[in-house]
């Protein structure tokens, strides 16, 4: 027995030490970068290989996140169906309110908490959809960055909005200017500079473009499916 819980000792040291040697490994601190005028041309730029003014002109999209959560955007009125499990809601973002179906088999409180949840659900799956589109939003901050590994970014701070302010994000971009990868430093995430893959363009009939693979060291996949 007592050799029995030591082993298990040992193994559950092992799997610790293996976690701390990868966040080691792994962890990068967020670098610091330039602002200005050159920063915002990079961005320009970005915003010009993925047609952001046919995304503006996008009356509307859905899509399917990772096959959980279903979406259909009225973005001329700013009004999301949002669907997961057997919940639905006609969500308004910009106010934070929204109708639920079925609502009167609900009370109140979890009226509100369904609504709640489908805008924190919004804000977070809307992020892999359209991204890149919002590197000039209110409360944004751009500046250029050299990674540790010499690659070039495009670093987008979050000073305000959003679920979770302050997070920073580099996008790393090929030699048109169209988003690869992007690295993040956020709250919900306890390593910085996490990688995920920004891959497999669709056009939009608007001729917007969206990615709907993001792939996380070849191994996890944060996919938009359904796209529409």
């Not at 040992?10 to 990868?22: A, P």
Request: charged share 20%.
């Amino acid at each position: 027995m007592k050799k029995a819980l030591r082993i298990l000792g040992i193994v559950i040291l092992s799997i610790v030490l293996l976690f701390f040697i990868g966040f080691l490994i792994i962890d990068e601190k967020l670098p610091e970068g330039e602002s200005g005028p050159e920063a915002d041309q990079m961005a320009e730029q970005m915003l010009a290989a993925l047609n952001k003014e046919a995304w503006d002109n996008t009356d509307g999209v859905s899509w399917t996140f990772t096959g959980i959560h279903d979406y259909d955007w009225d973005k001329e009125n700013n009004v999301v169906g949002v669907k997961w499990e057997d919940k639905e809601v006609a969500l308004q973002p910009a106010s934070k309110t929204g109708i639920v179906a079925n609502g009167e088999n609900y009370s109140g409180a979890e009226v509100k908490e369904m609504v709640d949840t489908s805008w924190d659900f919004f804000n977070n799956d809307s992020f892999w959809l359209c991204a890149p589109y919002k590197v000039f939003d209110p409360g944004t901050v751009r500046s250029i960055v050299t990674l540790k590994d010499g690659r070039k970014g495009l670093k987008i701070t979050y000073t305000s909005g959003g679920t979770t302010p302050g997070d920073s994000y580099v996008w790393i971009l090929d030699d048109n200017y169209t988003p690869i990868a992007v690295k993040m430093w956020v709250s919900i995430l306890p390593i910085g500079g996490i990688e995920f893959t920004w891959e497999n363009y669709i056009y939009l009939s608007s001729g917007a473009m969206i990615a709907q693979d993001h792939w996380l060291y070849g191994a996890v996949n944060i996919d938009i499916t359904n796209v529409q």
